[in-house]
């Protein structure tokens, strides 16, 4: 990238020292003093008092990359946004509150990440900085350096291209202006990454317009519901990342991994043992007993203390399944039926789709049929099934577990067809998927998995063909 034009956005609103500070955060930027980019410096004064007159002027002199801009009247922070974003003339816009500033790599952190074409918006971490005689906010840091990952827009880079396609601040909003931006930014599936750097140093004075402020006040419950309605209408954005999503060095998340279990005493050591051998270790195990009769429960403590097993009484495979959706830790849901195999790359191959990729909410991945000694495919299997395919089962799902919450988890009036109609329903809310296209999982065939019940398995989808064209 040569040399590309940012536009920093300050709106002030009578700030003195506060706002040199600012200003001179940015024009220390070690990018720009390295020749790395060029800057833009919109102040936009909102109508402030004319005793702070001066200190702009004295920055207009100062600063020849600094312009000017005067409101008649006072309009609010979104507003004067707004109108520096119309003045901005970069390839890039950041933003500045007139008592903040940067830290000087902030640009040297942030530019190199937009090599990728694709990428719109990247930030990072906000230090809090609390002036002596300042009583402290009441918030819980990520840090010893009294560090947040938050929504602040002075911690991002944008490109201006976003702007032209109408993402101006809401002027209807004296707060959570920037909240709103953000969620906007995300129903529409802007890409965005965020670094674990410092990219803003927030300072806390007592005057902060949004510090210790009711929700009611903050305008917060009103942009959710505005957030909620916009959903309403859409269709294409069901999953709405979180904050973390979007991190660059996240951390493996625990893996819920999900087995129903129902006289299968002597399948499931083999299922086990697979994600034993997993080469992603965050995972908990957890085996749920439908009501078995062969012991397999007591089998599996004595054999497999790690696991954690729970018992109810026969209600089904997705009854099973929603069991343990409801006792997992993990935000990241597997299945695992009693007859399946994971090859050791399966967790590890689909989470890092679902790193890369905020916006995809689960991931499948290759399957193939393996035969019990004597037993043989059925003569009406296609050719397809039987070489490696996309598999849509569950042992070959990796989701996230707000998605299935969504969805209303599986279908506990269906027998066989629950997995069948959980993608169907995830399809339907327009939840984005992708695949892993390599083997990842060995479904063995044994003559007697319960999915092979023709009859019950035609009248189930017969009925759900019918669900899909009353559309429910």
Known sequence: MSCPEISVIIPTYNNGDELIRAVTSVVGQAAAQQGHCKLDIIVVNDAGKPAYLPVLDRLVGRYPQLTLIHHPTRKGPAAARNTGIRAASGQFISFLDADDEWPVDKLTLLLPLFEDPALDVAGGKIKYVVRPGTAAPHIKYEDADNRL?????????????????????????????????????????????????????????????????????????????????????????????????????????????????????????????????????????????????????????????????????????????????????????????????????????????????????FVTCNQHFVCHEGVSLPANFSEQLKSEHRALVPSALLIRKHALRQVGNFDESLDVSSDFDLIRRLRKGNFQEKNVDRLLLRKWYHGSNASLNKAVLRREILSLLHRQIKNR
């Not at 625990?254 to 043992?273: D, F, M, Q």
């Not at 039926?337 to 679902?354: A, C, H, N, S, T």
Request: negative net charge.
């Open 149 to 361: 990952s938050h929504v602040h827009l002075g911690a991002l880079l944008v490109r201006k291209r976003i702007f032209d396609a109408a993402f101006f601040f809401d002027e209807q909003l004296g707060f959570s202006e920037d909240i709103d931006w953000w969620l906007r930014l995300k129903e529409q599936q802007i890409r965005i990454v965020l670094l674990e750097a410092t990219t803003l140093i927030y300072h806390v004075h007592g005057r902060n317009m949004s510090v210790s402020k009711p929700i009611g006040e903050l305008q917060l419950l009103r942009v959710l519901h505005q957030a909620a309605q916009r959903r309403q209408h859409q269709t294409n954005m069901s999953h709405i990342p979180q904050l973390k999503d979007f991190r660059i060095a996240q951390e493996d998340p625990l893996i819920s991994v999900v087995l129903p279990l129902y006289n299968g005493k002597h399948l499931v050591s083999k299922s086990i043992e697979s994600v034993f051998n997993q080469s992603y270790t965050h995972w908990e195990l957890l085996v749920v007993d439908d009501g078995s009769t062969d012991g397999g429960a007591d089998y599996i403590r004595s054999q497999f203390p790690q696991v954690v097993v729970i018992q109810q009484a026969n209600a089904g495979v997705a009854a099973a399944r929603n069991s343990g959706i409801a006792q997992a830790r993990g935000e990241i849901i597997a299945f695992l039926d009693q007859d399946d195999e994971w090859m050791p790359g399966k967790l590890r191959e689909q989470w890092e789709v679902l790193k890369q990729d905020p916006y995809c909410a």
